[in-house]
Nanobody, 123 residues
């Protein structure tokens, strides 16, 4: 059973950067497409970026040029580098996995979820 644990969130000022990590255990991460989702207070969960088994990345339009997803299969880890953060990026960020291709910046059905990491962008 694949398990995912996110880390790297925090409080940053507008324009700042963070690197979020999604560490997999219990199975090999390269069997899965991995996506990052976020959920702001009072909002639904949205996909922001997905990387497929071959390393091809997809992004939500509002984060293109600011977020970069990557995977290190040797470390069983997927990263999300988030740069030039804006207050509207404030949310809990989750990673999810599915043994299927990405559906744009998200997954068709998330088979495994992490517990989330909080990102707060504020002065």
């Amino acid at each position: 059973q694949l398990q995912l644990v996110e880390s790297g969130g925090g409080l940053v000022q507008p324009g700042g950067s963070l690197r979020l990590s999604c560490i997999a255990s219990g199975d090999t991460a390269d069997h899965y497409a991995i996506a990052w989702f976020r959920q702001a207070p009072g909002e639904g969960r949205e996909g922001v970026s997905c990387i497929n088994k071959r390393g091809i990345a997809y992004y939500k339009d509002s984060v293109k040029g600011r977020f970069t997803i990557s995977r290190d299969n040797a470390k069983n880890t997927v990263y999300l580098q988030v740069d030039n953060l804006k207050p509207e990026d404030t949310a809990v960020y989750y990673c999810g996995a599915e043994n299927a291709p990405c559906l744009g910046a998200r997954l068709r059905v998330v088979e495994h979820w992490g517990q989330g990491t909080q990102v707060t962008v504020s002065k």
